[in-house]
C-alpha cells in the first residue's frame, strides 16, 4: 500500500495563482521529499524536509511538515505555465533505505 | 555528467521473452534503485542496492532480478515477461548523503508486453 497520498489527484489554476498540494503518510518519517515529473519523462528532486522541521523554501516553492498530523503540503507561488506537471511526495522511514512514492497530483496552469 | 542513463528507451517484447533494461550513472552514487510507474499507481520500487555487490527487494520484486557488479550499473532482468509488466520503468541514484535518499531520476523505459 502506499505511504503516501497527495490530495487533490488533479488542480486545474490560472497562471499567476498559487497552487497547494497536500501529502498525507501513514507512519512515522525520517524526511519527506517532493518531486516534479513532466509528461513522458523522468522525476526531478524539488526540495526535502527533515522529521524535525517544519518549513522549508527553495525559491517560490514552500513546503511544511506537520508530523502530528503526518501530512505535507508545497505551495508552489505565481504559478507559471511551465509548471504544469505532476508532483509527487515521496518518504523515508526511519531505519529504512526505501523511498516511497505517493499516487501524485497532476497540475495544470492554465495560461 | 550525463546522470542516470536507462537503455532501451522503448520495448516490445512477447510474453514469456526475457530481457534486461540497462542502467548506469556517471555520479559515484553508492544508492541505487528501481521503480515501476503505473496508472494512478505512483512509483513502485522494485529491487534496490546500497553498494556494488549488495541488492535487496522492494514493494514489487516477483518476476524481476538485479545484480550490481560496479557502482556505476545497475542492470535490471525480467526473466519471463509477462503481460502484467507493461509500464514504465525508472531507474535512479542517490548520493545518499545523510541517509536521505534525495534520488536523481533516469529517462525512463517504456516496455509493452504482448
Known amino acids: 500500500s502506499q505511504q503516501g497520498e497527495e490530495d487533490p489527484q488533479a488542480l486545474s489554476i490560472q497562471e499567476g495563482e498559487n497552487a497547494t498540494m497536500n501529502c498525507s503518510y501513514k507512519t512515522s518519517i525520517n524526511n519527506l521529499q517532493w518531486y516534479r515529473q513532466n509528461s513522458g519523462r523522468g522525476l526531478v528532486h524539488l526540495i526535502l524536509?527533515?522529521?524535525?522541521?517544519r518549513e522549508k523554501h527553495s525559491g517560490r516553492l514552500r513546503v511544511t511538515l506537520d508530523t502530528s498530523k503526518k501530512s505535507s503540503s508545497l505551495l508552489i507561488t505565481a504559478s507559471r505555465a511551465a509548471d504544469t506537471a505532476s508532483y509527487f511526495c515521496a518518504t523515508v522511514l526511519f531505519g529504512n533505505e526505501k523511498l516511497t512514492f505517493g499516487t501524485g497530483t497532476r497540475l495544470t496552469i492554465i495560461p | 555528467n550525463a546522470g542516470v542513463t536507462q537503455t532501451p528507451k522503448f520495448q516490445v517484447l512477447k510474453t514469456g521473452q526475457s530481457m534486461t533494461l540497462q542502467c548506469a550513472q556517471d555520479m559515484n552514487h553508492e544508492y541505487m534503485s528501481w521503480y515501476r510507474q503505473d496508472p494512478g499507481m505512483g512509483l513502485r520500487l522494485i529491487h534496490y542496492?546500497?553498494?556494488?555487490?549488495?541488492?535487496d527487494q522492494g514493494e514489487v520484486p516477483n518476476g524481476y532480478n538485479v545484480s550490481r557488479s560496479t557502482t556505476e550499473d545497475f542492470p535490471l532482468r525480467l526473466l519471463s515477461a509477462a503481460p502484467s509488466q507493461t509500464s514504465v520503468y525508472f531507474c535512479a541514484s542517490s548520493p545518499d548523503r545523510a541517509k536521505s535518499y534525495e534520488q536523481y531520476f533516469g529517462p525512463g523505459t517504456r516496455l509493452t508486453v504482448t
Open positions: 524536509i527533515r522529521s524535525n522541521e
Open positions: 542496492s546500497v553498494g556494488a555487490g549488495i541488492t
